[in-house]
């Protein structure tokens, strides 16, 4: 059974700093790509970072790129998302999402996690 595990989430004043854990399990972890997204109440969910595991390219969305940083632990099948300089508008619950051969999609995905919430206070 395929597993990801997300944590690290909490409440945090704006300027502050996190780091997200994305834990799979059951995976065959080289051949997928792994993505974190989010979702604010009352707001559509989006892509904010990417990685791919068999050669660990990045990606970012423009309102993420210099303030979050994707990585991988590739032992411990991990994910990580380091979030800095946190603004009120971060304030979301966080998903990772996996996808066997490319990079997950909002709508193209083959396994999502359970979310971990992230709320910046100002």
């Known amino acids: 059974e395929v597993q990801l595990q997300a944590s690290g989430g909490g409440l945090v004043q704006a300027g502050g700093s996190l780091r997200l854990s994305c834990v799979a399990s059951?995976?065959?972890?080289?051949?997928?790509?792994i993505g974190w997204f989010r979702q604010a109440p009352g707001k559509e969910r989006e892509g904010v970072s990417w990685i791919t595991n068999n050669d660990g390219s990045k990606y970012y969305a423009d309102s993420v790129r210099g303030r979050f940083t994707i990585s991988s632990d590739n032992a411990k099948e991990t994910v990580y998302l380091q979030v800095n300089n946190l603004r009120s508008e971060d304030t979301a619950t966080y998903y990772c999402?996996?996808?066997?051969?490319?990079?997950?999609?909002?709508?193209?995905?083959?396994?999502w996690g359970q979310g971990t919430q992230v709320t910046v206070s100002s």
């Open positions: 059951g995976l065959a972890w080289g051949d997928y790509g």
């Open positions: 999402a996996a996808k066997w051969g490319r990079l997950p999609e909002i709508d193209d995905t083959d396994y």
